[in-house]
């Protein structure tokens, strides 16, 4: 069952231009690894789908409703979340100020809402949990922590709210290799529950053994959506590269 | 998922740091500042025998009434990442304004009043508006305001003062209601408002994510821009208060009321532990920063000190208080 339909997008900024109509869908419980060159138009069409930037022409559906016309807040409402490259963490706030950014539980005094922040150390904390994560303390500035505790935040910030799609921009970069690990289960886990996923990542070994399709995208065009158990690394590189000296590329990438 | 020690106490966390960190929590200040202004009392009570009274109490909350309000101002604008160069200059208009309304005009002093605020958080929209819109930097934009602001102040009445308040205006600022100052009344009721405003709700929150981090309050789907415009238009607002408790105190609309006083605003909020580059304030930090400079211009007075040292005490106080600051951070961020 098609989650998000991605048709005949284009974006271009000024002279150039970034996305020539791509096509893309994501089904429920389904995990699609959006591959390409530095530059192929990757981050930016997912920024289009967050409602980040808008998009020159074409449609985006999510569960068959237009949502171009929406705006990044009422796309999170939606169920549509994204893990930033850089996290996009307010970093002198706690972990809860984090976490429920813009979607703070309130509660009524004398008629007037005040944030609930009892409720949201709770609910933090016991997200924190859920994910297995060991912060140092909830109730410290994410700016303190180390770059896999401010990814948990950034994660559990995309869970806590049970999305449909989740987005996630090179969650493996920075990562130690346990931690990597970490991310991959995670990702699995999202699946089971019937979740869509959208994996941005340069690291094709983790591309490969956690999608069910990749979608290759070169100079702003969708050049190839391959399934993920009837590809191979060499076709997936001679797509992300889409030239001739793919074989050299390939087995250099299949070494790492 | 990752990895790292877990609980919350670690265990080589000293007392004072334990006890800074709750007061931080529960009361958003520093505790160095609370310290400062108890030492700074201590040192005067000695020195003078005039400080420790209640009547004096009373006057250094009357001085500070009108640098508080442009405080709690400079607070919300400087924790939003923003900065407002023209509290003094839209002070000094917003008075004008309303002794032109109630005087010139003869106005009831209830629109007086709102014409004073208006005046004030209509100079703040129009810094919002181009800063927001137009893109132009707020530091360039409240300094052309700040010019601006003076030069219509000086306008309305070809620079001279507006004297003669109506008796009910004059109030506001000379009334002592139960033996207390009615510009004292005001300050406090103000900052309670805006403490409550600032700490515990989403406003306030939003506010101190976007001088954290414009881009995170993005993504999360708050309208940074229109956060913006309304703490602009709040900053001159609360301008136009100040003004307005200025002009019923001295019972004049003075074109030069507020002169410089955006610095001394600023200075208190962060000496009181707002972030120069945002993301973090306290109304309760602003508070205790504008008590520690009432307390030392009142102290240097009774001592006799002129008033040319209290100005480099002031600047001092200034440098030292941010170099306080950025120690912390750094000692904080050498984990």
């Given amino acids: 069952m098609t989650l998000l339909k991605i048709s005949k997008v284009s974006k271009a900024f000024g002279p150039v231009s970034v996305l020539h109509g791509v096509d893309m869908s994501v089904d429920r419980g389904e995990v699609v690894g959006l591959v390409g060159d530095n530059g192929a138009g990757k981050s930016t069409l997912m920024k289009i789908v967050t409602g980040m930037y808008t998009a020159d022409a074409g449609e985006i559906t999510l569960d068959g409703q237009n949502i171009l016309d929406d705006n990044p807040g009422e796309r999170r409402r939606m169920g549509i979340e994204m893990i930033y490259q850089d996290l996009a963490l307010a970093r002198q706030q706690d972990v809860s100020a984090n976490i429920f950014l813009g979607r703070e539980p309130q509660r009524k005094v004398l008629g007037m809402n005040f944030v609930d922040r009892a409720t949201m150390r709770r609910e933090a904390q016991a997200m924190i949990d859920r994910l297995g994560a060991r912060l140092p303390a909830i109730n410290r500035p994410v700016g303190s922590f180390s770059g896999g505790q401010q990814q948990s935040v950034a994660i559990a910030r995309a869970l806590t709210f049970d999305p449909k799609l989740v987005i996630m921009d090179e969650p493996t970069a920075a990562l130690a290799v346990r931690e990597v690990q970490g991310v991959l289960d995670l990702i699995r886990q999202l699946k089971s529950e019937g979740i869509g996923v959208i994996l941005i990542s340069h690291r094709l070994n983790d591309v490969l053994s956690v999608t069910d399709r990749i979608v290759v995208l070169n100079h702003g065009r969708a050049a190839a959506n391959l399934t993920t158990t009837e590809t191979n690394m060499t076709e997936v590189v001679s797509a992300i590269v889409g030239s001739a000296d793919m074989d050299h590329a390939a087995a250099h990438e299949a070494r790492g | ?335």
Avoid: C
């Fill in chain 2, 1 to 335: 998922m990752t990895q790292s020690e877990s609980g919350p106490a670690k265990p080589g966390t000293s007392l004072w740091a334990r006890v800074q960190s709750s007061a931080i929590e529960q009361l958003h200040i520093r505790l160095e500042s609370l310290i400062v202004l108890l030492v700074l009392g201590a040192i005067m009570s000695v020195l003078s025998p005039y400080f420790l009274s209640v009547s004096n109490f009373m006057n250094i909350f009357l001085a500070t009434a009108t640098i508080g309000v442009l405080a709690i101002a400079a607070t919300f604008i400087l924790g939003s990442g923003g900065l407002d160069l023209s509290l003094g200059s839209v002070m000094g208009f917003a008075g004008v304004v309303g002794a032109w309304v109630a005087v010139t005009a003869g106005l009831p002093t209830g629109i007086a009043v709102v014409a004073t605020i208006g005046a004030g958080a209509l100079a703040g929209f129009v810094n919002g508006i181009i800063i927001t819109r137009a893109f132009v930097p707020a530091f360039i934009v409240t300094l052309g305001m700040l010019g601006i602001a003076r030069g219509l102040a000086l306008v309305i009445n070809n620079g001279a003062a507006i004297y003669g308040l109506p008796p009910a205006m004059v109030y506001l600022g000379q009334g002592r209601p139960m033996g207390i100052p009615m510009p004292v009344i005001i300050f406090i009721g103000t900052a309670i408002v805006m403490h409550i405003l600032l700490a515990y709700t989403r406003y306030g929150r939003h506010t101190l994510a976007i001088g954290d981090s414009e881009n995170a309050a993005r993504t999360a789907g708050i309208n940074v821009s229109r956060l913006r415009l309304s703490l602009y238009t709040l900053s001159g607002a609360l301008a136009g208060l100040a003004g307005l408790i200025f002009a019923t105190r001295v019972n004049a609309g003075d074109p030069t009321a507020g002169l410089t006083y955006e610095l001394t605003a600023i200075t208190a909020a962060i000496i009181g532990g707002t972030n120069l580059f945002g993301g973090r304030a306290s109304i309760l930090g602003t508070m205790i920063g504008a008590l520690i400079m009432g307390v030392l211009q009142n102290g240097l007075n009774l001592l006799a000190v002129q008033s040319y040292y209290q100005q480099m005490a002031i600047g001092a106080v200034l440098i030292l208080a941010v170099f306080i600051d950025q120690w912390q951070v750094r000692k904080e961020s050498r984990v």
